[in-house]
């Protein structure tokens, strides 16, 4: 088969990305290993992703946010951060005074079904579901692609969005820092029994960090961050026990917690490719960029650079020019790296102090917090810097000072 474009990925990225170009007239092929029907209907799998004013703009241009219904969008007012016994933490409040919110909360395989919805019929795009790719070849003239099902694709472009251990990343001879934080993260859905005021919180506790994402009608997403021995035994508690356990993490300041989903874990790595882009190849979302899952800012990510190599691609299929030109390609790696790297870096940083339990680290934080509730220029930069490392809700926009 001999395609324009080949996709490989169908998660969240792979997929916007092909929106972004069903309209050029090129011939797209996304190449997924999952079923057409876990696309299509994806099961909850706990992410609630705060998505920033920038991203629900992206995704209302590719059709994509209008396809989720009101009961998907929770909104997040304001957010607090809280370090160790401290009471009030620091607060963040939209920057704009006509702001009502910071963000928005959409759970992933919402995103992802409306995602999928907005491809499914679009007659420039085909869906190869449930194979996967098994090996890439690049050279300056085509790229060709092994599937598992024994076919073979030759295309202009092949871009890879096969999530932050990607293969094609490293068959294509890309190196990327890689980092294991040695923890894992749960997620789950749980009710409240008092209000969360749309708030988000983020606390850095001892042994442990915890964040409460405001959901609709009382519930809200509960993320946990624990050594994964301590989180084994958390997994493995009956619900009245995990109840219980939850509540008394969270110091019973939002009266008894309720499961009201399944829950899910995922291992804390971040990875950053050395390069984002080869010979007629080029990564987008967690494949160029795997954020520390604690940020709220890997998906944030993945449409910026779904936005800049769609466009870079656009403006040359106008024009007559090859899609796949080096120049083309470098241009989007300086492009994404901008907009991730000093993000990446400041998230690396702080995850690492904001997770440090020594006394010296808990103590240089609680002065930071302290710091910049009362200095306005200083409480800014924190809360910047702390949207790389907190759950994100911080980035949208800036906090009153
Ligand atoms: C707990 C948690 C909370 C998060 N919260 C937020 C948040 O609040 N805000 C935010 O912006 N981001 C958040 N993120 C990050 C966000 O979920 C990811 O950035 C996003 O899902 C990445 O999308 P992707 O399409 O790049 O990769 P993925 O979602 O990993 O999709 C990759 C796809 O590629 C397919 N694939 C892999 N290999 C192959 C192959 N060889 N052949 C064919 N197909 C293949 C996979 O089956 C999968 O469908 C969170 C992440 C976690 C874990």
Not at 265 to 284: C, K, M, N, S
């Amino acid at each position: 088969m001999n395609v324009d474009i080949a996709i490989v990925g169908a998660g969240p990225a792979g997929l916007c990305l092909a929106r972004s170009l069903a309209d050029t007239g090129l011939s797209l092929l996304v190449i997924e290993q999952q079923s057409q029907d876990a696309l299509q209907e994806p099961p909850f799998d706990g992410r609630e992703i705060a998505l920033t004013p920038r991203s629900v703009r992206i995704l209302r241009d590719l059709g994509i946010w209008q396809r989720l219904g009101p009961a998907d969008i929770s909104p997040l007012r304001c957010a607090r951060v809280l370090n160790g016994n401290m009471e009030h933490g620091l607060h963040v409040t939209p920057h704009r005074r006509d702001d009502t919110e910071l963000g928005f909360l959409v759970p992933n395989d919402r995103i992802r079904r409306a995602a999928y919805a907005s491809v499914e019929h679009e007659p420039r795009i085909t869906l190869a579901c449930g194979t996967s790719v098994e090996s890439v070849v690049l050279n300056d003239s085509i790229a060709r692609l092994h599937l598992s099902n024994g076919s073979e694709v030759n295309a202009k472009l092949v871009i890879a969005a096969d999530s932050r251990f990607s293969r094609l990343r490293r068959d294509a001879g890309i190196a990327a820092d890689m980092h294991d934080f040695g923890k894992t993260m749960l997620v789950c859905r749980m009710a409240l029994e008092k209000p969360h005021g749309d708030e988000a919180l983020e606390w850095f506790g001892h042994a442990q960090t915890l964040a409460l994402l405001p959901l609709l009608n009382g519930e809200a997403s509960a993320v946990v961050t624990l050594p994964p021995e301590d989180m084994r035994r958390l997994m493995d508690m009956d619900e009245a026990g995990f109840n219980a356990e939850i509540g008394r993490r969270f110091d019973h300041r939002f009266g008894a917690m309720r499961l009201t989903s399944t829950r899910h874990t995922y291992p804390l790595v971040g990875v950053y490719a050395r390069r984002f882009v080869a010979e007629r190849f080029a990564l987008i979302g967690d494949a160029a960029v795997g954020m520390h899952p604690v940020t709220a800012h890997g998906f944030n990510l993945g449409l910026r650079s779904v936005e800049a190599l769609a466009s870079l691609i656009k403006q040359a299929a106008e024009s007559g020019r090859d899609i796949a030109s080096p120049d083309l390609l470098r241009r989007y790696q300086r492009m994404h790296r901008h907009a991730t790297w000093p993000l990446y870096a400041a998230t690396m940083a702080i995850v690492k102090m904001y997770t440090n339990d020594r006394p010296i680290a808990r103590r240089a934080r609680s002065v930071l917090l302290q710091a910049s509730q009362t200095l306005s220029p200083v409480r800014y930069a924190i809360a910047r810097t702390l949207a790389a490392g907190g759950h994100g809700v911080f980035s949208p926009s800036r906090h009153r000072g």
